[in-house]
Nanobody
């Protein structure tokens, strides 16, 4: 079992930046991939990006390229989401997810085995 805990959310003005963290813990677990998703009120869950745990290769939704950057620290078992030039439409609950074994589509939330509780990001205009 893997526990994921997000942190770093909050209120920021448009144009500002935030860095979210997702720390993984548990007993004797393996990670294949981790990803970030968000869900805004009245909208479907949206894939933001993912990182391969072994080699750090990242993939992003086209709409996120250029503003959002995903990284990971294997020693801390933590994934990060750096968000720049934030816009009011980025307001959402941001959640991280982990996939234990290979396979599946990295952009599909159904491919992930574990989820964090989510952290609220609010961007004011």
């Amino acid at each position: 079992q893997v526990q994921l805990v997000e942190s770093g959310g909050g209120l920021v003005q448009a144009g500002g930046s935030l860095r979210l963290s997702c720390a993984a813990s548990g007993r004797s677990f393996s990670l294949y991939r981790m990803g970030w998703f968000r869900e805004a009120p009245g909208k479907e869950r949206e894939f933001l990006g993912a990182v391969s745990w072994s080699n750090g290769v990242t993939a992003y939704a086209d709409s996120m390229k250029g503003r959002f950057t995903i990284s990971r620290d294997k020693s801390k078992i933590t994934m990060y989401l750096e968000m720049n030039n934030l816009k009011p439409e980025d307001t959402a609950v941001y959640s991280c997810a982990a996939q234990a074994t290979s396979g599946g589509d990295y952009s599909n939330f159904g491919s992930y085995d574990y989820w964090g509780q989510g952290t609220q990001v609010t961007v004011s205009s």
